[in-house]
Structures are given as structure tokens and as C-alpha cells.
């Protein structure tokens, strides 16, 4: 039996707005009844569980309540109502090194960081060399962490996080640590912390890492939960609302919803392909107006992650009112054995809003015969000089 | 020992794992609870607040003797050399009452602010956050250990002998000292974050409640009779301070009754209580002091609900 291991209930959280902040005495004193705050819902009855194994994603654009609803989980903010369960032990990369006392060594901070997590001081004395090998500042751990780097810094922060083996990892949007080395690493690591069954709660901006890490999505808006259920949908939720919320000041007859991606073809009706063969999609889009934007394809492997995203390159696509058909030449698919997922999606100009998005319109079944393994077909040839 | 990382004891220590709520607010039991599962944390705090405070320093530690060893001597200028008091051995009753002083103040003054200047921690890191201020009274303690270690140096140098009946009595007034600190330290910590005021308010507070309590001065030989022509002797002693110093200089300077070395003559210069009833008036005082504690962590849970949008 898979036990639960966070039970969020009717769980909403108000803050207080102020409109004049009386912090000294003497406003205080001379101001009694002014500096009037109004309550702000920053989360509104949201319920959800979580079980042991599951890395469940949570995204929303700014201000939809996603950090607020990672805050209460963690304990460091109190629902207003509601209340949440947890099993385990949990530990939470809010801020990374939110704990260090700068004045402090890394070791002391490695101690005071890892009690502060709520582990005892003889779990973090067992894992001590782990997470110093993990942070890779062996020479400056004695050292005061005022003199490290940023990203010794974070580093050593995300290190113990992790090494402590929690039951429940949170972590909130800070996986862009180090450089890309290090990143791999984490990801390793919590690909890891999958296996062993435990629970990862995740908060990001990107689909990507969601697609990549989660097995389940949640979608936060304006406090709501307007999502919750398999990645693949909650992110068209995504997508869906990332349209409703184009600026109402751009022209009228761009509105949301005009430009539709209705289906993806292929000529011979089929998405098996070989590996190095050539392949064309028919994309077909319906648009209610005459509009001009950015054409951008994606595609997927199956755990998430991204092989390819290319965009129409500058020169836009012209859609005409009413059916239009965009093609789309693979003169010669690189790609190794495997099912891949293909997203397209019509942008503005600019490329920075969404106009349409099909996710996972089509999947790609490449077949291949050779020797070569991995993703990718990279035809070395290895001999001896 | 089983591996740790294997997902069957994942699984397996999930199935026996504790079940925690958060919710709106944290009653006091599952307060106390939590505080006490987390001292640990509470003792790495006490630790690194120390090491911080003295961090390249020469002296280091020394410096929590060196300096109320200069508080020492300046009042023992004043009031011994300058003034003349006439108070025979009165460095040891000085330091007496001045260690139990600096506990207090040391405590609260550091426990005020001890949350809005850890606002980055508090915001981001969840624990129970009373056991910042708690730490403040805890690395308190510290300096109050050493220093009680110069009293007993200062009681053999002086050839000095306490009241034994009185020792007894001592760490029931030291709980109670503890306590109270404890919750003088919390409430502000928390106020301070409604009000910033509140440190520099708290340096002005401390130092009248310096005066009022009999530290410098001789409570019997300089205010008890006025005290009780008016009958607010009582008044006095709403000052939990007031009892706690008393006890450790009746511990610690013995004499009730002493011979002024200016004229020889006689000095009233604690009270004559006997050692039992010491014991009954602490014993009191300890059960006041707990349920105060006790208060001040529900005010801090009223108030921690809003600190988020307030830091």
C-alpha cells in the first residue's frame, strides 16, 4: 500500500495588505485606526494529496499562489484555514542558504543548516562527507561561507538539502544552480530520490522541468487550483490560460481562442518512421482572422525530456482566415529507436506570448536498425591514427 | 543497519513515520512538543551565537568576564570608594546580584530584535521560530556559567563561605530566572516585529529596571523601611528580579547583618527570612514564572500568524 504522504485540505491563505505601514511607536500613537490593510486571498480552497514515490510539479505564473501554497506545505507560513498533513520527514529548498550564518565556516553551516532541516546532528555526522564530496568544496569547508562564491554558496546549500534523505523534498524553482555540470547532477539526484520512493514536490516556471521530473501536474491561478492530474493535460491547461491572459490591450481581433491548431497529418497517414529517413507533418490550423506570428515544433522523448525546439527562424507564417495548412520538412530524422512526442504552437512575433499550442498532437515512432544507442544518430566513426 | 536509500525502507520508515499538522494555529502542547524535539537546532543555534559573537576576536570568549568584570569594577569605584557606602565585602555582593542582572538583560536585549534581524531565516526556513529568542537566553546562560565560575573564584580569594542551606535553594531560583528571561525574551521578539520601536525602548526599559531591582544598592538598608511606611513592599516584588537577587546574595554574601567599614556601624543588608521561607517565596515564584513562560509562547503564537507580511 502506497501511503500518503502530503494531505492538503481546504487550504486558503490571506494576507494583509497595507496601504500605510505604521511600524514605529510613534505612528502607532498618532495614527491609531489609520494605515488601513485590506485582506488579499492568496490561496482559495485548495485540496490535494500526494503519495510516496510521486514528484508532483506545481506550476503558475507569477502570483498564481504557488510559492505561498510550497510556504504553508513547509511550515513556514500558516494556512488561514484548512490544514495539511504530512508523513516523514521533509525538507524544503525554498531559498538556497537561507539558513548560512555568513560569519560561520561550512562545516559549522552544514551542522546548523542540517538541524535547522530538522535532522539530528548524528544523521548529518554520517552524511558529512557525502555532502561535502556533493557540494565539491572540500579545500573551503573550514573556510568562513562569506568568502565562497555564489555558487559554492548554493552549492553547499542544495547539498545538504539532499543528502539528509528527506521523505518529502520540496523545492522551489532552484534548480538553475551552478553551472550545467552541477545541474545535471541534481537532476541525477533527484531522479534518484524517484527511485527510493520518495516524494518530490516541485515548483517551476518551466514546462520543460515539469515534463522532464513530474508524474503529475497541478496548475495554480490567481489562488485557484485549476488543475491537477496527468502532466500532459494539466500543461495544455497551462497553455490554455496562458492564452486567456494575453494583454487586453493588444488588438481585439487577436483575441484568445482565434487561432486554433486543429490537427497534424502526415501524407501517408502514418508517424512510423525510420531513423535518417525523411518525413513531412501537415499542421492544420484554424485562424478567424488574417494574423502573422512566430511557428515553433517541439519534440519530446517520453520521460520529458526536450530533443529539439525549433521555431519558423524570423520569417513568420501569414495565416489566412479560415484553414490553413502549415508543412513542416524533416529532410533527415537523426533520431535512435523510440516513441517521441511532437508539440507545435503559433506564437506572436515577439515570441514571447502564446497564440495556439498542441501538446503532444503527434507521436513519432522511430525505428531503427543500427548499432548506435541513445537519442541521437551521430554517425562517428572511430578508428586509430 | 539496513541501507537507508533503499526504496523498501523509504517505504518502511513512511509506514511508522509521524503524522504532523499545520494548521491555522499550533496549540501549546504541540508548541512545547515541537520545541522540545527541536532542541538539537536550539543548541547549534546557542553554539553558532557564540562563536559569531567572538569571531575574531583575540580574547574570544574572555570577553564575557572581561566585561562585567569592568561593570564590576566601575560600580565598586562609585559606590565602595567614591561614595563610601560602607558595605563590607561588596564586591561579592555586587557580583552576586550583577551576574543574575546580566542573565536578564543579556537575554532580552539580544531576544528583542532576534527575529526581524533573522527575517531572511524566518521567511524562508520552517522550525519553530521561539527558538531564536530561546537560543539568545540560552547562549545567556553561557556567560552566566562563567561568571558564576569568577564568583566562586572571587569566594575563595575573598576567603568568603556561602549560606550551604541556601544552595539547595539556588536552581529553583535559576529555573525561575531562566523562565522568565525565557519569557520576557519571546513576547518582545515578537512585539518588536509589529513595533521596531521596541529595541530602543527596551534599552531605556532595562536600565530603570536595573535600578529597580536591588543589584547596586542594599534592598533592606535603602528601601525597605520606606517601602513599608507606605505598605507597597509588595509593589516591589512584582518584580520577579527583585526575589531573584535577593536570593542569590543572600546565597552567596551570607550576611544579613554587617558592620559598615567607614564607622563601624550596624548595616540591615539582606532580610532575615529564614532559608525555609526563601524556599516557600521561590518555590512560588517558579510556578509563576512557568505559567508566564507558558503565556508568552501563546502571545508569540498569536502573533507569528502574521509575521510573513509583516518582516
Redesign the interface.
Known amino acids: 500500500m502506497k501511503?500518503m504522504?502530503v494531505d492538503v485540505s481546504d487550504v486558503s491563505k490571506s494576507?494583509?495588505?497595507?496601504y500605510e505601514r505604521h511600524?514605529?511607536?510613534?505612528e502607532?500613537l498618532l495614527h491609531p485606526r489609520t494605515g488601513h490593510s485590506e485582506d488579499f486571498a492568496a490561496l482559495k480552497d485548495i485540496s490535494f494529496t500526494m503519495e510516496?514515490?510521486e514528484t508532483v510539479g506545481i506550476i503558475g505564473h507569477n502570483g498564481s499562489g504557488k510559492s505561498t501554497l510550497l510556504?504553508?506545505?513547509?511550515?513556514?507560513?500558516?494556512?488561514?484555514?484548512?490544514?495539511?498533513?504530512?508523513?516523514?520527514?521533509l525538507a524544503?529548498l525554498?531559498?538556497l542558504g537561507?539558513?548560512f550564518?555568513l560569519?560561520?565556516s561550512g562545516r559549522?553551516n552544514v551542522?546548523?543548516y542540517g538541524?535547522?532541516?530538522?535532522f539530528?546532528?548524528k544523521r548529518v555526522d554520517q552524511i558529512f562527507d557525502d555532502i561535502v564530496a556533493f557540494s565539491e568544496i572540500e579545500h573551503f569547508i573550514d573556510t568562513p561561507v562569506k568568502f565562497y562564491s555564489s555558487g559554492m554558496y548554493v552549492r553547499l546549500a542544495f547539498a545538504v538539502a539532499v543528502n539528509v534523505?528527506p521523505?518529502i523534498l520540496v523545492i522551489d524553482e532552484v534548480l538553475a544552480v551552478g553551472d550545467e555540470r552541477f545541474q545535471a547532477k541534481c537532476i541525477d539526484r533527484i531522479r534518484r530520490f524517484q527511485?527510493?520512493?520518495?516524494a518530490i514536490l516541485l515548483v517551476t516556471h518551466s514546462a520543460d522541468q515539469i515534463r522532464a521530473l513530474a508524474s503529475r501536474a497541478i496548475v495554480l491561478e490567481s489562488g485557484l487550483m485549476i488543475a491537477n492530474g496527468d502532466v500532459a493535460d494539466s500543461l495544455r491547461v497551462f497553455r490554455e490560460h496562458l492564452l486567456g491572459d494575453t494583454p487586453s490591450n493588444e488588438v481585439n481581433e487577436h483575441q484568445a481562442g482565434d487561432v486554433n491548431i486543429e490537427s497534424v497529418t502526415t501524407p501517408t497517414g502514418s508517424f512510423d518512421v525510420q531513423s535518417g529517413a525523411s518525413m513531412h507533418f501537415d499542421v492544420h490550423i484554424n485562424s478567424a482572422h488574417a494574423y502573422s506570428g512566430n511557428f515553433v515544433l517541439e519534440i519530446f522523448t517520453r520521460a520529458g525530456v526536450l530533443v529539439s525546439r525549433s521555431d519558423s527562424q524570423g520569417s513568420p507564417i501569414n495565416l489566412r482566415p479560415g484553414r490553413n495548412t502549415v508543412g513542416i520538412d524533416l529532410p533527415n530524422i537523426p533520431l535512435l529507436d523510440g516513441v517521441f512526442d511532437v508539440n507545435v504552437g503559433v506564437l506572436d512575433p515577439r515570441g514571447s506570448n502564446v497564440k495556439a499550442w498542441g501538446e503532444k498532437v503527434a507521436t513519432l515512432q522511430v525505428t531503427y536498425g543500427g548499432r548506435q544507442g541513445g537519442l541521437v544518430e551521430l554517425d562517428a566513426t572511430i578508428r586509430q591514427n | 543497519m539496513e541501507d537507508p536509500t533503499s526504496a523498501e525502507a523509504v517505504h518502511e520508515g513512511l509506514a511508522h513515520a509521524p503524522v504532523r499538522v499545520m494548521s491555522a494555529r499550533v496549540k501549546l502542547g504541540t508548541r512545547l512538543v515541537n520545541l522540545y524535539s527541536r532542541r538539537e537546532l536550539w543548541r547549534n543555534l546557542v553554539i553558532s551565537d557564540i562563536r559569531i559573537k567572538y569571531k575574531g576576536s583575540a580574547l574570544g570568549l574572555l570577553w564575557s568576564m572581561l566585561n562585567p568584570a569592568f561593570t564590576l569594577g566601575i560600580y565598586y569605584l562609585v559606590f565602595s570608594v567614591v561614595l563610601k557606602n560602607g558595605y563590607p565585602n561588596y564586591v561579592i555582593f555586587l557580583f552576586s546580584g550583577l551576574i543574575v542582572w546580566n542573565m536578564f538583560q543579556n537575554s532580552v536585549f539580544s531576544a528583542t530584535g532576534v527575529i526581524v534581524d533573522r527575517a531572511g531565516l524566518v521567511k524562508k526556513v520552517s522550525f519553530p521560530r521561539e527558538i531564536l529568542p530561546l537560543a539568545n537566553v540560552g547562549s545567556a546562560i553561557i556567560y552566566f556559567l562563567i561568571q558564576l565560575v569568577v564568583l566562586i573564584i572571587f569566594l575563595f580569594v575573598f576567603h568568603h563561605a556561602p549560606e550551604w542551606n541556601m544552595l539547595a535553594i539556588l536552581p529553583i531560583t535559576f529555573a525561575s530566572l531562566y523562565l522568565f528571561a525565557a519569557a520576557v525574551s519571546v513576547v518582545m521578539s515578537a512585539i518588536t516585529v509589529y513595533m521596531r520601536d521596541m529595541k530602543h525602548l527596551m534599552e531605556v526599559l532595562l536600565q530603570l529596571w536595573f535600578w529597580m531591582s536591588p543589584v547596586v544598592y542594599s534592598y533592606e538598608n535603602s528601601l525597605s523601611v520606606q517601602l513599608a511606611a507606605h505598605h507597597i513592599k509588595m509593589l516591589y516584588f512584582l518584580n520577579p528580579m527583585a526575589l531573584i537577587v535577593l536570593t542569590f546574595q543572600r546565597t552567596f554574601y551570607v550576611n544579613t547583618l554587617v558592620h559598615s567599614t567607614i564607622d563601624g556601624h550596624a548595616i540591615k543588608m539582606l532580610p532575615t527570612w529564614q532559608p525555609s521561607s526563601f524556599l516557600y517565596l521561590n518555590l512560588a515564584m517558579l510556578v509563576i514564572m512557568g505559567s508566564l513562560f507558558l503565556i508568552s509562547l501563546v502571545i508569540f503564537g498569536r502573533l507569528e500568524g502574521n509575521f510573513e507580511s509583516e518582516l
Not at chain 1, 115 to 118: A, H, I, S, V
Open positions: 501511503q504522504v494576507f494583509k495588505i497595507h511600524q514605529s511607536l510613534k502607532r510516496e514515490g510556504k504553508c506545505i513547509c511550515g513556514v507560513l500558516q494556512p488561514t484555514t484548512g490544514e495539511i498533513r504530512l508523513r516523514g520527514s524544503a525554498l531559498e537561507a539558513g550564518q560569519e560561520l559549522d551542522y546548523l538541524t535547522m532541516l530538522g539530528s546532528k534523505n521523505d527511485q527510493e520512493g520518495r
